[in-house]
């Protein structure tokens, strides 16, 4: 089967936050993180076959989306989830902030997070009113263990990840997991580890491993988030699922939701089942065409003088080193291009960052390169 990924589709004229923000402008937005391609056929049919059903009542979490996500969890990430360890979710960020309040409801909790981060992720401790030490990831987008460890000695005692990274697009190895387990396990932290991007994976063949999956010894302190919305394309059809080992914060995640989410999305419930069910084809092909426009941006970007694509393993977010241009806030200048694009600031980074989301037919990246180099060109 073809996926016809180079069709652009007109986004102006829908609800999109994405191309919403420059209506009456002309910048070409490449900032928040969904993607310009339409979803897979399946997923389209069983929306519609669920909405010609015609009745929208309560409902629960159907068994067969439980089935799908835990085979897919097998079949892709090599991770054998137990399906009573399931907690439904109206989507990751609700889901993190409600993990982190079932947390503070059995004791203190002061939160870490690796720094820059997907700013949702590190608003929870805003949103929770809890203490909060973030530590830098190193230059290349690797855990700086030796500041973890002072910002465990400051009393930080859970920690937020996001895996593969947001904005840095890097993935943890092993040996890296292994040292943050033992970590884990020495200092009794809990995580949360928001594996939403574990199936956008750059590298042909390569296969996304959480955490808890490679640590087994630490999977009762780990609660992970997964979804099907990024790597489907469905973030406007939100649903996610928390994985968590540990009966007691089972328990808890459960009553701290009760009353405070809405029910299941059918629409959505739907859409994700059949994203895991049938979607893997375009899954690859998807992917394909992102590595595609990745070896677009790294040989375009290679001949603009003073910025450096931070090579990314996962996502299909760039993360652009503009410090030698000397531009304190890239992502100002360059809308001042027509490029909209999401400023480091806005993940807590150091000045001089952006990041640019290559989810997107290839006409529309290679006009956003133009835009770019002009862009580099001009100042
Ligand atoms: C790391 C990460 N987590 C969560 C989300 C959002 O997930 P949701 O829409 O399910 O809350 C995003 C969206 O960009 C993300 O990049």
């Not at 460890?149 to 092993?174: C, K, M, Q, V």
């Not at 302190?221 to 489907?232: C, D, Q």
Request: glycine share 8%.
């Amino acid at each position: 089967m073809e996926w016809d990924f180079d069709r652009v589709i007109d986004r102006r004229s829908s609800d999109s936050i994405k191309w919403g923000r420059f209506r009456d402008r002309d910048v070409l937005p490449l900032w928040v993180a969904d993607m310009d391609f339409a979803v897979a056929e399946p997923i389209q049919e069983a929306i519609e076959a669920r909405a010609r059903h015609g009745v929208f009542g309560y409902a629960a979490v159907p068994q067969s989306l439980l089935d799908a996500a835990q085979e897919w969890l097998a079949r892709r990430w090599d991770w054998d989830v137990s399906k009573s360890h399931f907690v439904a979710l109206p989507a990751v960020i609700p889901g993190a902030n409600f993990a982190v309040r079932a947390l503070a409801s059995r004791g203190p909790v002061h939160l870490t997070w690796p720094q820059p981060l997907y700013h949702p992720l590190a608003q929870v401790a805003e949103n929770q009113a809890l203490p909060a030490t973030p530590f830098p990831l190193d230059s290349s987008g690797q855990w700086d263990l030796a500041s973890l460890d002072r910002a465990i000695a400051s009393g930080a005692n859970t920690l937020l990840l996001s895996n593969p990274h947001n904005p840095i697009g890097s993935r943890f190895d092993e040996a890296a997991c292994r040292a943050l387990a033992a970590r884990i396990q020495r200092h009794r932290l809990w995580v949360i580890s928001d594996d939403i991007h574990g199936d956008i994976l750059l590298e042909k063949g390569a296969r996304h491993r959480p955490l808890a999956k490679l640590c087994p010894e630490i999977s009762e302190r780990v609660i992970t988030l997964i979804s099907p919305g990024k790597a489907f394309n469905l973030a406007g059809l939100p649903f996610a699922l928390a994985v968590v080992p540990c009966t007691e914060m089972r328990r808890q995640l459960k009553s701290t939701l009760r009353g405070n989410v809405p029910a299941g999305n059918v629409v959505a419930m739907a859409a994700a089942e059949a994203a895991y069910r049938y979607g893997e084809p375009w899954l690859e092909a998807m992917l394909d065409y992102l590595r595609g426009n990745l070896a677009l941006l790294e040989q375009r970007i290679a001949g603009m003088e003073g910025i450096t694509l931070v090579r990314p393993d996962a996502t299909y977010l760039a993360w652009l080193d503009c410090r030698g241009k000397g531009w304190d806030k890239p992502g100002r200048v360059l809308e001042s291009f027509g490029l909209g694009l999401s400023d480091g600031s806005e993940f807590s980074a150091p000045s001089g960052f952006a990041r640019l989301n290559f989810g997107c037919p290839r006409a529309t990246l290679e006009a956003a390169l133009e835009r770019l180099d002009h862009a580099v060109a001009s100042g």
